[in-house]
Structure formats: C-alpha cells, structure tokens
C-alpha cells in the first residue's frame, strides 16, 4: 500500500477502535467513564509498549513481553504504533536497535497478520457492544 493511502487509513483503523472499546465499556459503567477509562487504557498500554521497545533494546525479554502484549490487547497502541512508522522518516526506522524504546518512533511496520487481527479485535469488540446493548433494557 502507497504511504499516502496507509497513513490515513491506520489512523482510521486507531481512531475506529478506540470509541469501540468505550462503546463496549460503556454497557458496563456510565459512558464518560468508559470513555476515560478507554483513553486511560490507550495511554497504559501506549507507555507499556515504550517500556516493552527499552526491554528489547536492551535485550531483557521479560519486559519486551510487556510491549507485546500491549500490542495485541487492545489492539489500539500496535495500530498507534503502525500509524507513527507510516508518518516518520524512513531514515528514522535506520537509527538502529537503541532507538527500539523510543516513544515517538516505530522501527517496522505493521504486518498483514496483525492488521488481520486489529480487524478481528474491533469486530469482535464491536459485536460484543451489540450483544450487551441487546440484552440492556433500554
């Protein structure tokens, strides 16, 4: 996919999963606290990601776990993650393996399995909102 088209549309596919997860949340507790807690588990995980890369650059695997999980559940820092790697300089993605940590750079771009599972993750995020908001008594 040309950059021009994959920056917008990952930033689309990070935008789209964020609200889906308040939507989900929201069936549970009020909706401004699913938002806050939507945005506050956006910002954990982003800052579990950061501490994941500083594992992997320093060669600690029990912490760069931490960065992979981050982007997988939920799926919104890896997709956060792909967006900064289509944005920045290709010449940033060269600085080498200490700049991994870095919060602002992303060294790879995202891979078809996990944009397969982003899409898989919002769907199935998405359909468990429209359960629960099936069953809620309105």
Not at 109 to 116: Q, R
Request: no cysteine.
């Amino acid at each position: 996919m040309d950059d021009i088209i994959t920056r917008p549309v990952l930033l689309a596919a990070q935008t789209t999963a964020l609200p889906t997860l308040g939507l989900l949340l929201s069936t549970v507790i009020s909706p401004m606290a699913s938002g806050v807690l939507a945005v506050g588990l956006f910002g954990t995980t982003w800052i579990a990601g950061v501490v994941g890369g500083i594992g992997e650059a320093l060669g600690n695997q029990g912490v760069a776990v931490v960065g992979t999980v981050s982007r997988m559940l939920p799926a919104t820092n890896g997709l956060w993650r792909g967006a900064v790697h289509a944005f920045q300089d290709p010449t940033m993605a060269q600085l080498g393996p200490g700049f991994d940590g870095h919060p602002f750079l992303s060294p790879a771009p995202l891979t078809t399995t996990y944009l397969v599972w982003a899409h898989l993750w919002v769907a199935l995020v998405l359909g468990l909102a429209a359960l629960a908001f099936r069953r809620r008594d309105l």
